[in-house]
């Protein structure tokens, strides 16, 4: 069974410090792991993904998310918050063999000036 | 880059009416396209997968009379919510995957709030 976990609905980080929205993962096969940011009333837009390779990956926005696989955790991560990335953040883990992508519940970041 | 055109972003209904909900894969080929539904402060929940030319699957405990789903061309998809109640209002998000490969991301549409009065 596939299933993602998000242990904090809610992350206030001041501008210019780093943030990290936590994500962990549960699969029977190899993981591929996604993040999408949901902006108010609009669809999710793609950051970053894992399927295979250098454990450390870069997306959008400065996002990046390193995999953890001895932790099971996919956090992403940014080294200076910005206004503009208030937001929420899903993780999302589809196993291997399978072709449905599950979601965590998101967190709702909150970028203080 | 991939670009989902979800139509409408808000319609607004009276309960017993139905209502049809497009997505458009604009520049690019979808053969698969999913349809997820999102309460407030909830994840995304999978309710079909959509596949041209073949009927949907239709996730666990969603009613495939209720949630018409229709996937014509390698472009379009609809859903169809039929004989809608007040318990239908919620957010609807259509996406399509941009490769032929289970890696490759999702692209989503802006979603569609659903209100049933």
């Known amino acids: 069974a596939q299933s993602v976990a998000q242990p904090e609905d809610q992350v206030n980080v001041a501008e210019g410090n780093p943030l990290t929205v936590k994500c962990t993962y549960s699969v029977s096969g190899n993981p591929y792991l996604f993040w999408y940011v949901q902006y108010p009333n609009r669809g999710l837009q793609f950051l970053l993904k894992?399927?295979?390779?250098?454990?450390l990956v870069k997306g959008s926005y400065g996002f990046e998310a390193e995999f953890n696989k001895s932790q099971t955790s996919f956090h992403l991560k940014k080294p200076s918050a910005l206004v503009s990335d208030s937001a929420l953040y899903f993780c999302a883990v589809r196993d291997s063999g399978a072709n449905n992508l599950f979601f965590g519940t998101g967190t709702r970041l909150t970028v203080i000036p | 880059g991939a670009v989902v055109s979800q139509h409408p972003s808000r319609v607004i209904c009276k309960s017993g009416t139905s209502v049809k909900i497009e997505c458009r894969s604009l520049?690019?080929?979808?053969?698969?396209m999913f349809w997820y539904r999102q309460f407030p402060k909830q994840s995304l929940m999978l309710m079909a997968t959509s596949n041209e030319g073949s009927k949907a699957t239709y996730e666990q405990g969603v009613e495939k009379d209720k949630f018409l789903i229709n996937h014509a061309s390698l472009t379009l998809s609809t859903l169809t919510v039929t004989s809608a109640h007040p318990e239908d209002s919620s957010f609807y998000i259509c996406?399509?995957?941009?490769?032929?490969?289970?890696?490759?991301?999702?692209?989503f549409g802006n979603g569609t709030r659903l209100t049933v009065t």
């Open positions: 894992y399927i295979t390779g250098d454990n």
């Open positions: 520049d690019f080929q979808a053969t698969t």
């Open positions: 996406s399509a995957r941009t490769g032929r490969f289970s890696n490759s991301p999702l692209h």
